[in-house]
Nanobody, 129 residues
Framework: QVQLVESGGGLVQPGGSLRLSCAASGFTSNDYAIGWFRQAPGKEREGVSCISSSSVRINWYAGSVRGRFSVSRDKAKNTVYLQMNSLKPEDTAIYYC?????????????????????WGQGTQVTVSS
């Protein structure tokens, strides 16, 4: 069974850091591009980052998080991570990871939701003092 499970969310003060994990099962995550998305209350789901297979080495970031967030893989653990630094209140949202339907590379339209066929259940991130 193909599955993604996010973890690592929580409450953090502005300026703080969190590392989210996306554990994959039922497939080899490094064979696919994996995206991170978030959805704040009353807003549409938006792309945060995308990591390609390690053989491709193309990653993308939304402008709002570039320089603060970084995405990585641990192939041995079949897990993708999103390191979030210098967090801001506007980063508050439910964060999801998702697997593309097919392909190892994050394409220029990586934030298009329709490219992704498997989604995790999400993890809440709240940035507040």
């Amino acid at each position: 069974q193909v599955q993604l499970v996010e973890s690592g969310g929580g409450l953090v003060q502005p300026g703080g850091s969190l590392r989210l994990s996306c554990a994959a099962s039922g497939f080899t995550s490094n064979d696919y591009a994996i995206g991170w998305f978030r959805q704040a209350p009353g807003k549409e789901r938006e792309g945060v980052s995308c990591i390609s297979s390690s053989s491709v080495r193309i990653n993308w970031y939304a402008g709002s998080v570039r320089g603060r967030f970084s995405v990585s893989r641990d192939k041995a653990k079949n897990t993708v991570y999103l390191q979030m630094n210098s967090l801001k209140p506007e980063d508050t949202a439910i964060y999801y990871c998702a697997r593309v339907v097919s392909g190892r590379a994050c394409e220029r339209d990586w934030s298009t939701l329709e490219q992704y066929g498997t989604w995790g259940q999400g993890t809440q991130v709240t940035v507040s003092s």
